[in-house]
């Protein structure tokens, strides 16, 4: 079965500090995201990007977040500047097109902590 | 964005079928309705989809009544390995919107 990879699976960097996560969607996938989940609470979505722009993001996207597609295989979110409160698990997901119909394929995760 | 209501927790034990209904009384008509899994320091993990009457796959089923008011996930002979949080979705739109979702433990 096809998987969305993540890496690293776990990153501790010191507030003020840059952080690139990276994600490897599913090859023949269209669409990728980012989502985020505090510790306790629930998912929340931060950014959709399709042909290499984004095409939402939520309030939670602000200027210190990023997204790239740098190649034809990685796509990664940047955190320019951490805040203690950017700990989190993030998520990547892909699907191959914009209907919900065939659900999207999450990542394992990568747990931010910032200190 | 439709709103959902699920239980908040339910228990369960091995070989039993668990069936939990979500609430979800201002569904668009162009809503579909999704149901996700996630294991502890896991990702959401697809389950099924349905829009309307039943739909059935080698892992669950979804039971959509005529009014689509509603629906009720199907988990038949859950394993201790089911345990995990079980999220409904109501949506049209690619962004998906989660609650807090419904813990599901199983026992021996």
């Known amino acids: 079965e096809p998987e969305v990879t993540q890496t690293p699976s776990h990153q501790v960097t010191q507030m003020g500090q840059e952080v690139i996560l990276r994600c490897v969607p599913i090859?023949?996938?269209?669409?990728f995201y980012w989502y985020r989940q505090i510790l306790g609470q629930k998912v929340e979505f931060l950014v959709s990007?399709?042909?290499?722009?984004?095409?939402?993001k939520s309030e939670i996207f602000d200027d210190q977040f990023s997204v790239e597609r740098p190649d034809g295989s990685n796509f990664t979110l940047k955190i320019r500047s951490t805040k203690l409160e950017d700990s989190a698990m993030y998520f990547c997901?892909?699907?191959?097109?914009?209907?919900?119909?065939?659900?999207?394929?999450f990542g394992s995760g990568t747990r931010l902590t910032v200190v | 964005l439709a709103k959902t209501t699920q239980p908040i927790s339910m228990d369960s034990y091995e070989g039993q079928e668990v069936n939990i209904t979500c609430s979800h009384n201002?569904?668009?008509?162009?809503?579909?309705i999704t149901w996700y899994q996630q294991f502890p320091s896991q990702g959401p993990r697809f389950i099924i989809q349905?829009?309307?009457t039943k739909v059935t796959n080698e892992v669950a089923s979804l039971f959509i009544p005529a009014d689509r008011k509603s629906s009720t996930l199907s988990l038949p002979r859950v394993s201790l390995s089911d345990t995990a949080v079980y999220y409904c979705?109501?949506?049209?739109?690619?962004?998906?919107?989660f609650g807090a979702g419904t813990t599901v433990t199983v026992r021996a």
């Open positions: 997901a892909s699907s191959g097109d914009l209907s919900s119909y065939y659900g999207y394929t």
């Open positions: 990007f399709y042909n290499n722009e984004i095409s939402e």
């Open positions: 201002n569904i668009a008509t162009n809503d579909y």
């Open positions: 349905g829009y309307k």
């Open positions: 090859s023949n996938h269209l669409y």
């Open positions: 979705l109501v949506s049209n739109d690619y962004k998906l919107s």
